[in-house]
């Protein structure tokens, strides 16, 4: 059932692009081709706005849900100004996880070239209580409605050897692949836990050196504050978020290339007594 509803969200979206630059079907199954087999691919030519890029993502993701499992629910990415402005695009941008972004457990081991253009980043994921998401505000408002917080390292593939724009970004799916998952910690609907997810720091280190640092306020002001936009956004779809719904909240780091041989670990701290990690091995 949720494999179907997310699927049709992303189906809804092709009507936004009719007479715009909306890629071919046969297009789009040939970047799918090329992402399958971790080869860097050139940009999809002739879009012109994001309503084309979210026309292309609705035909590549049945695609990918083929070989990687049911959508399990969403990736909001540009959630800070820096990405924004890298993109050219004034808002963030959603695309569609897989059960396959979040197999993965804290600890296990993952090949550095899983995609065509492999990166990690340091990010973090929340957990859908129900459907009283949709019209939650306030920050003790959206955590009543939540379940869980969940450490999360994200493992992108940006597909893209160059020509990166907003419309291609969507046309990859915002880069949705792997991830690598923390324990769950059980949201407390509080202010204090509120307060502590905007004051937490997020630290990324390899086991080399610190390869990042920011505050939880580096996404869109705080981590909550996604949610609200996120479901605008799939309002706009004619969808919502459900009960069970993962969303991966977008990146405290910058995306940076996966090394061989390399432990990534992701630190969380202030917003629990002691710091929380998530960590991933590359080969």
């Known amino acids: 059932m949720k494999r179907s509803t997310i699927l049709a969200a992303v189906l809804a979206a092709l009507p936004l692009a009719a007479g715009a630059a909306c890629p071919d079907e046969a297009t789009m199954a040939a970047l799918s081709r090329g992402i399958l087999a971790n080869q860097p691919q050139q940009p999809v030519a002739g879009m ?6 979210l026309c292309a993502q609705g035909r590549l993701v049945p695609l990918m849900a083929a070989q990687w499992g049911r959508p399990v629910g969403y990736k909001v990415g540009l959630t800070n100004a820096t990405a924004q402005q890298r993109f050219g695009v004034p808002h963030p941008v959603t695309g569609i996880i897989f059960e396959n972004t979040v197999r993965l457990m804290s600890g296990g081991e993952v090949e550095a070239r899983f995609g065509a253009m ?4 340091a990010d973090l994921i ?10 939650a505000r306030s920050h003790v ?8 917080v969940i450490p999360f390292i994200e493992m992108p593939d940006l597909v893209l050897a160059q020509g990166m724009d907003g419309p291609n970004l969507l046309a990859i799916n915002v880069g949705a692949r792997l991830g690598v998952m ?12 509120a307060a502590r997810l905007g004051s937490m720091t997020v630290v990324m280190v390899n086991d080399q050196r610190e390869l990042a640092r920011a505050p939880g306020t580096a996404l869109l002001g705080h981590p909550l504050n996604v949610l609200p936009w996120l479901v605008q956004d799939l309002a706009s779809r004619g969808t919502r978020l459900r009960a069970g719904d993962l969303v991966s909240l977008g990146g405290f780091s910058p995306a940076l290339p996966t090394e061989a041989g390399r432990r990534y670990t992701v630190r969380y701290e202030g917003l629990m007594a002691a710091p929380v990690e998530v960590s991933v091995q590359t080969r």
Do not use: Y
């Open 48 to 53: 012109t706005s994001l309503a084309d890029g």
């Open 141 to 148: 408002e959206i955590l009543q409605h939540l379940d869980a």
């Open 118 to 121: 492999p990166n990690v980043e």
């Open 182 to 193: 923390g324990d769950a910690i059980p949201v407390q609907a509080t202010e204090d836990f």
């Open 126 to 135: 929340v957990r859908v209580r129900d459907e009283g998401i949709n019209t």
